[in-house]
T-cell receptor
Framework: GNSVTQMEGPVTLSEEAFLTINCTYTATGYPSLFWYVQYPGEGLQLLLK?????DKGSNKGFEATYRKETTSFHLEKGSVQVSDSAVYFC???????????FGAGTRLTVKP | GAVVSQHPSWVICKSGTSVKIECRSLDFQATTMFWYRQFPKQSLMLMAT?????????EQGVEKDKFLINHASLTLSTLTVTSAHPEDSSFYIC????????????FGPGTRLLVL
């Protein structure tokens, strides 16, 4: 079945540091890949997505590239801010699946 | 666009009572809505999938008689936790998908349930 493996946290960085959160997946067919962000006490917000191989999703300085050859969708940001502190979830869904599979989540804390 | 709301945002109830949580798509029609449960510091676990006008499909291990789901319209799905017990305390999150072929799910803000 489909699954997502995400880098374990927590991750603590200083402001303006470079961020990478690794995500790899296992799926049949051609999944769509997502990164969602969850701020404390809130639901999930879509951060970015990519629907086919080599697509790059980007939003708010974050980006991730759909790599079919390595089955990966790593999240990166060149310079994090304190306001980026949250939990980040990698997820995938396939057209023939009704549900979305999530990684375990990675808690990011950015210190000033 | 693509806003999903949930009501209430939090609820405290006594053991044995039932609690209803509403999930609404505010600016689009959702053919499919999903209900997830999230325990503290854990990922989301899919509970059930509901399509408008039909019975919900429950994931293995989720009691359909305990977690009643109704998807009466294209903008509203409800989850009723019947005879709630302390172990049902959790963060419940719904999501909605606009069309059958859409790949993106839009999530509500979640409902925190505490059963005393």
């Amino acid at each position: 079945g489909n699954s997502v493996t995400q880098m374990e946290g927590p991750v603590t960085l200083s402001e303006e540091a470079f961020l990478t959160i690794n995500c790899t997946y296992t799926a049949t067919g051609y999944p769509s890949l997502f990164w969602y962000v969850q701020y404390p006490g809130e639901g999930l917000q879509l951060l970015l997505k990519a629907t086919k191989a080599d697509d790059k999703g980007s939003n708010k300085g974050f980006e991730a590239t759909y790599r079919k050859e390595t089955t990966s969708f790593h999240l990166e940001k060149g310079s994090v801010q304190v306001s980026d502190s949250a939990v980040y979830f990698c997820a995938l869904t396939s057209y023939n699946n009704n549900d979305m599979r999530f990684g375990a989540g990675t808690r990011l804390t950015v210190k000033p | 666009g693509a806003v999903v709301s949930q009501h209430p945002s939090w609820v405290i109830c006594k053991s044995g009572t039932s609690v209803k949580i509403e999930c609404r798509s505010l600016d689009f029609q959702a053919t499919t809505m999903f209900w997830y449960r999230q325990f503290p510091k854990q990922s989301l676990m899919l509970m059930a999938t509901s399509n408008e006008g039909s019975k919900a499909t429950y994931e293995q291990g989720v009691e359909k008689d305990k977690f009643l789901i109704n998807h009466a319209s294209l903008t509203l799905s409800t989850l009723t936790v019947t005879s709630a017990h302390p172990e049902d305390s959790s963060f419940y999150i719904c999501s909605a998908r606009a069309t059958e072929g859409a790949v993106t799910q839009y999530f509500g803000p979640g409902t925190r349930l505490l059963v005393l």
